[in-house]
T-cell receptor, first 116, second 110 residues
Framework: DVKVTQSSRYLVKRTGEKVFLECVQD?????MFWYRQDPGLGLRLIYFSYDVKMKEKGDIPEGYSVSREKKERFSLILESASTNQTSMYLC???????????????FGPGTRLTVL | SQQGEEDPQALSIQEGENATMNCSYKTSINNLQWYRQNSGRGLVHLILIRSNEREKHSGRLRVTLDTSKKSSSLLITASRAADTASYFCATFQGAQKLVFGQGTRLTINP
């Protein structure tokens, strides 16, 4: 069974704090993703990574950065948290797809972040 | 950018009834996926249907795909209370990125 774990289920931070959200997967997946989920807006991709030290911007990267130093770990960093970053953050992983290979993504349980 | 859009946004039925959710998408696809999300949790991959398939089954789930209409449907038969969740369709944008719709919230009443 693929396991994707996230460091916290609930997190409360203050405006201006630096926030680290950690994600670890145990299936040797090349791809890892960070989404945020907000009511009425669905899931939006923040960043993804298809290899160690590689990263690609998603649809809403502003205010976020990421780090992928090891294959199994993908960190999302909020350099200076703001109230509009209060959200549910979801990490996912998948194999790198080539040719006709198609796979689903495996999600972690989510981190509900509140910025006060 | 949103590729898939689910319909209806919310659905409430009695336990034992069938539930049907629809997804429409805009551009051509290689495959379409359905995911479930229980309240406050991560998404779980349910089923994937390729563009050359018209119908696929997995237990009580039946997915259809009509590429000419750019639409898919997810049918859950003999619904149970545990099926209460949000259901999302997703398609690939580029080689590695999935784009999700906003989901259908399904409530099964006992």
């Amino acid at each position: 069974d693929v396991k994707v774990t996230q460091s916290s289920r609930y997190l409360v931070k203050r405006t201006g704090e630096k926030v680290f959200l950690e994600c670890v997967q145990d299936m040797d997946h090349e791809n890892m993703f960070w989404y945020r989920q907000d009511p009425g807006l669905g899931l939006r991709l923040i960043y993804f990574s298809y290899d160690v030290k590689m990263k690609e911007k998603g649809d809403i990267p502003e205010g976020y950065s990421v780090s992928r130093e090891k294959k199994e770990r993908f960190s999302l960093i909020l350099e200076s948290a703001s109230t509009n970053q209060t959200s549910m953050y979801l990490c996912a992983s998948s194999f790198f797809l080539s040719g006709l290979a198609i796979e689903g993504q495996f999600f972690g349980p989510g981190t509900r972040l509140t910025v006060l | 950018s949103q590729q898939g859009e689910e319909d209806p946004q919310a659905l409430s039925i009695q336990e034992g009834e069938n539930a049907t959710m629809n997804c429409s998408y805009k551009t051509s696809i290689n495959n379409l996926q359905w995911y479930r999300q229980n309240s406050g949790r991560g998404l779980v991959h349910l089923i994937l249907i390729r563009s050359n398939e018209r119908e696929k089954h997995s237990g009580r789930l039946r997915v259809t795909l009509d590429t000419s209409k750019k639409s898919s449907s997810l049918l859950i038969t003999a619904s149970r209370a545990a099926d209460t969740a949000s259901y999302f369709c997703a398609t690939f944008q580029g080689a590695q990125k999935l784009v999700f719709g906003q989901g259908t919230r399904l409530t099964i009443n006992p």
